[in-house]
């Protein structure tokens, strides 16, 4: 069972891991306050407070994509590895291996973006990538695809050595995921939920990484042998493969931090269960096959893979429902816990994906789809657990980490101004893109009717208040990053400094 | 009440009482709990968590029956024997269709292609709101069938990112009144 000491022995970050950790969570703050103003400048652009030429528009709705969702990743790997090296042994190069990849695959994707002029968004459906009209070339399509498989290769090194390491203590990664107890047995109560959650992340992501590499090499082909023409719905199908495992992924790295530190805060154990190990034996197949939901309206796909598209969206809510939010909620629940900035931030981390689930699966299902699809709702359900899930966990771990030098948790009468800030703008600026969606608005389009402008105008407000929060977390954050540690680290042994 | 408005309020009615559980137990948080009361509380917790699971799983079933019952979309690999029947091509950035235009009150078959990269065809009613959709891709045909209930100018809108002239890429739908009516 995870440790109630706040600021454990075997989490204390020196030398080697300290750099490799301060590298990048204050590359990834950065990138978020960057590319949160990329997305600012376009929902400012849709409420017709800015004038952003088209172009210009699908080159930063390119950038902001495919730079949200790699930053996403790029944290989300920070918090596994923060937690999972504690139970296996890790080993630091592929950890800085990973994020060398990752910016020199970022660098080809900006180069390609902002020099070549590509626009063919983050999910580069083919044929578009070729099909520049005149704003870009292939040769620069070529670039990004390559940055993308920078980036899939550093996340697969990453994952192999994870993997051999859980292996090596675990057996196998069926044992890591605690399948031997789901039908009976005395559950090992020392079983980490991190092994079982970075166990499921190895599985589904590397599958979903070796489909992203199919259809990149397969797109690649295309740009420099036109004459072998790709099948579009099966190029289809591997991105969005792809794609949803990718970020999603992100979803079960960053959810490790609530499940190691929450018990801490609330100083109540919370143990692994048999529901646990199922929620996550099932969400481990739900993830891989889901992705058809991304297809419902391509009619010319086999119905049965639509069929498995809404079964398994709708399906995908009972682990987090009953099991994560359900047992976060009963963890919390008069747990006299003193609000800090990571409880905070790891309550609302969950609420954003629970809730957030909520329009996700509504649009997963066909019916609804029809009227439903590439609106505003598309964007306003994933914004909702990405920036009010997922970046929040990933923040939790940021202010606990700051916290360890003195060993008390962050709760400056700044943070606790920044946060509302945080939730309420975040709050305001995804329902504009729900409210948006139930009207038919458009997603990706650079050219606003007046009649849209309404909650493109609210978008743009909590946008502003959601980056004024974040360039205040990114600064507090990396000023507590690299201040030095404390003297021998920090104190070892105290039970609480919580409550 | 548009399908839009229904699924808006069941979103709203859901994250509603997502925020509502979280609301109570943030409240119920701050107090602290002797072993007697966490033993009771924990009891109370497996309990509500089985009536949860009761409640999601028979909403699951019920929803999915309900909604996948009828198969929304029409089979594609055979003739459908609608009457009224319009080819749909989209183009960066383009759309042609023949006719443009139809009656209302019976079903209308779109067979819908691309000439180049992946389109959305969307039809937006008089009012503003999106009836239908499907994606117009190259190599494939989507047979979408539509029932216009009213008459009136409908919009084609592209919905599917395709380049720089996605956004104009529109047409209009004439569609007319049955005759007789």
């Known amino acids: 069972m995870a440790s109630l000491t706040l600021y454990p022995d075997d989490e204390r970050l020196t030398g080697g891991t300290r750099a490799a950790f301060n590298l990048y969570i204050i590359t990834a703050v950065a990138l978020f306050v960057l590319m949160m103003l990329d997305g600012l400048t376009m929902r400012m652009s849709q409420a017709k407070w800015l004038n952003v030429p088209p172009d210009l528009f699908y080159q930063l709705l390119s950038m902001h994509g495919a730079g949200m969702v790699g930053t996403m990743a790029l944290v989300t790997t920070a918090v596994m590895w923060f937690f999972l090296r504690k139970y296996v042994h890790l080993h630091l190069w592929a950890f800085v291996a990973n994020y060398v990849l990752f910016m020199l695959g970022a660098v080809c994707i900006i180069v390609s973006i902002f020099v070549g002029g590509y626009g063919a968004l983050w999910t580069f459906l083919y044929p578009l990538p070729v099909h520049g009209t005149g704003l870009w070339t292939g040769d620069w399509s070529a670039l990004f695809l390559v940055g993308y498989l920078l980036i899939g290769v550093g996340s697969l090194l990453f994952y192999l050595d994870a993997a051999a390491a859980i292996i090596k203590v675990h057996g196998n990664l069926g044992r890591a995921l605690g399948l031997q107890w789901l039908f009976g047995g005395t559950i090992d109560q020392n079983h980490p939920k991190t092994v079982v959650a970075s166990t499921m992340v190895i599985i589904a992501n590397s599958l979903g990484i070796l489909a992203g590499a199919v259809v990149l090499v397969m797109s690649l082909v295309n740009i420099f042998y036109p004459e072998v023409v790709l099948n579009a719905l099966v190029a289809k199908n591997l991105i969005y493969w792809f794609g949803h495992m990718y970020i999603n992924a992100t979803i079960y790295m960053g959810v490790i931090a609530v499940y190691e530190l929450l018990p801490r805060y609330t100083r109540k154990p919370y143990p692994i269960s048999r529901p646990f190990l199922w929620s996550w034996a099932v969400s481990t197949v739900f993830v891989i096959v889901v992705f058809p939901h991304h297809l419902l309206m391509d009619f010319a796909q086999p119905r049965w893979l639509a069929i498995i598209g809404q079964v398994v969206s709708w399906g995908a809510g009972f682990p987090v429902f009953l099991v994560t939010a359900y047992g976060a909620l009963t963890n919390l629940y008069r747990s006299n816990i003193r609000w800090t900035m990571p409880s905070r931030l790891m309550v609302l981390a969950v609420f954003g994906w629970a809730a957030g689930i909520v329009p996700a699966i509504l649009d997963g299902t066909i019916r609804n789809n029809l009227v439903m699809h590439n609106t505003q709702w598309v964007p306003g359900h994933f914004h909702f657990y990405l920036l009010l899930g997922v970046l929040a966990m990933a923040l939790a771990l940021m202010f606990h980490v700051i916290g360890s030098r003195v060993n008390e948790p962050p709760n400056s009468r700044m943070d606790k101004a920044g946060f509302p800030l945080y939730l309420f703008g975040g709050l305001i600026f995804v329902f504009a893109f729900l409210d948006a969606g139930h009207l038919s608005v458009p997603r990706r389009m650079a050219e606003h009717l007046d009649a849209w402008t309404f909650t493109d105008k609210l978008g743009s407000i909590g946008a502003i208040l959601v980056v004024l929060a974040m360039l205040y977390f990114a600064i507090r954050i990396t000023t507590g990053l690299l201040k030095s540690p404390a003297p021998g680290g920090a104190r070892v042994g105290v039970p609480d400094a919580a409550g | ?181």
């Not at chain 2, 979280?22 to 089985?50: E, M, N, W, Y």
């Not at chain 2, 067979?111 to 117009?136: C, E, K, M, W």
């Not at chain 2, 990112?161 to 569609?175: A, D, F, Q, R």
């Open chain 2, 1 to 181: 009440m548009t399908l839009q408005d229904v699924i808006w309020t069941i979103a709203l009615v859901g994250m509603g009482l997502v925020a509502l559980g979280f609301i109570h137990v943030i409240i119920q948080a701050g107090k602290p709990a002797d072993d007697a009361a966490s033993r009771k509380s924990a009891h109370t917790a497996h309990v509500l968590q089985a009536w949860l699971f009761a409640i999601l799983f028979v909403g699951f079933v019920a929803g999915s029956w309900a909604t996948l019952r009828h198969f929304p979309i029409p089979p594609q690999h055979r003739d459908l024997d609608v009457k009224q029947v319009v080819d749909v091509v989209g183009r960066q950035w383009s759309w042609q269709m023949t006719p443009a235009s139809v009656k209302a009150g019976s079903p209308v078959e779109f067979r819908v292609r691309s000439d180049d990269v992946n389109h959305g065809f969307a039809l937006y009613a008089p009012d503003g709101r999106i009836v239908t959709q499907t994606q117009a891709m190259p190599g494939f045909t989507n047979k979408l069938v539509y029932t216009f209930a009213e008459p009136g100018t409908y919009v084609v809108q592209c919905l599917e990112y395709c380049g720089l002239g996605h956004g104009p890429m529109k047409t209009t739908l004439e569609v007319v009144a049955a005759q007789g009516e």
